[in-house]
């Protein structure tokens, strides 16, 4: 999920835990300790393709090592305040806001090892986009004004827990709708004979109506898209030859990587002498393009150069971006145009 939503979160949780004991403060280090587990970036960064795979959503995610890491902070936390406010009370917020993040995380399609180290698993529930404006927006504009009320002011109290009930309800009913996504995908991949092992649905970007699902319908991946506003039930698979042996049988140490990292949703093409690999349970990037190259903005390369095997990763310029484009045809896809 993105940092604003955990942020706000985060300050809802502080107020309301120990907002009545130190006011703003309370939500400023609760906005700290919900947002803490992605510090983890200032190691694995966003410019390193292998890093960021790695690193990133994996220990400080952890629920084993956040519990770990909850004892020290509230213990900080507790000696700063000069010892005024309950060691119990300080690690209370701390379990609830670090647990907090990675239970909001695995709800997104991105993969998060809660059960490091005992286990490398990727937890996704898909239930969530990875930044959703229909839930950030309104909590935001909530706990912006609830910031304005006194500290013990019964309007701020209301206000910030309204901030998690709305959060709470919001995520209740993502999972309604992706109930109602599924039906209507597994109809259509029945009605049209398509025969598939793995699946996968989960909301495009910034919102929670327009829906996407990705297959292995044996040899070849297919993905396709369903508003909860659209009127037809008619959905459009996109097929893309998955060539699995190019990278099961790739030399490089990055093709097991990414095979893991995929989740088994990926296909493959050759580009002269780079693979290129398509992993597609982020969804389409482009939805008016079919083209691999041109419908997924964002994927990998793996190539020989300098003596060894290299990881890359192709991605659209800032120039190349069209913000008010792509918005615009999100837009009229949500609403089944």
């Excluded at 004004?145 to 701020?156: D, E, G, H, Q, T």
């Excluded at 095997?309 to 009229?332: D, T």
């Amino acid at each position: 999920m993105d940092s604003i939503t955990h942020i706000v979160l985060g300050a809802a949780i502080g107020d309301k835990i120990l907002g009545k004991k130190i006011g703003r403060k309370a939500a400023i280090i609760g906005a700290f300790a919900k947002t803490f587990p992605d510090f983890d970036l200032f190691f694995s960064g966003l410019s390193d393709v292998r890093r960021y795979v790695l690193y990133h959503r994996s220990y400080t995610h952890s629920f084993f090592i956040e519990l770990l890491t909850a004892f020290p902070m509230a213990w900080l936390c507790y000696m700063l305040f000069k010892k005024k406010i309950s060691y119990k009370e300080w690690f209370l917020l701390w379990i609830i806001c670090l647990w907090g993040h990675s239970l909001v995380d695995i709800c997104t399609n991105y993969g998060t090892r809660i059960f490091l180290p005992f286990s490398t698993q990727l937890v996704s529930l898909n239930n969530m986009a990875i930044a959703d404006l229909f839930l950030t927006i309104p909590i935001l504009i909530m706990a912006i004004v609830a910031l304005f009320y006194k500290s013990n002011s019964i309007p701020r109290l209301r206000i910030m827990s309204a901030v998690l009930i709305y959060s709470v309800i919001y995520f209740g009913f993502s999972f309604v709708n992706k109930a109602i996504a599924d039906v209507h995908f597994k109809n259509s991949l029945a009605a049209n004979n398509i025969p598939y092992t793995n699946y996968m649905s989960n909301p495009t970007i910034l919102n929670n109506v327009l829906w996407f699902s990705v297959v292995n319908a044996d040899s070849v991946l297919k993905i396709g898209e369903y508003s909860l506003f659209q009127k037809s039930d008619s959905i459009r698979w996109h097929s893309y030859p998955i060539r699995a042996n190019a990278l099961v049988q790739s030399p490089s140490p990055d093709a097991r990587m990414l095979e893991w990292f995929s989740q088994g949703f990926y296909f493959t093409q050759q580009n002269k002498d780079t693979l290129e690999v398509f992993i597609p349970k982020f969804g389409r990037g482009n939805l008016d393009k079919s083209v691999a190259e041109q419908t997924f903005l964002f994927y990998y390369k793996i190539y020989y150069a300098d003596g060894k095997w290299q990881l890359g990763a192709q991605q659209p310029s800032s120039k190349e971006m069209k913000f008010k484009e792509g918005l615009a045809q999100l837009i009229r896809k949500i609403k089944g145009e």
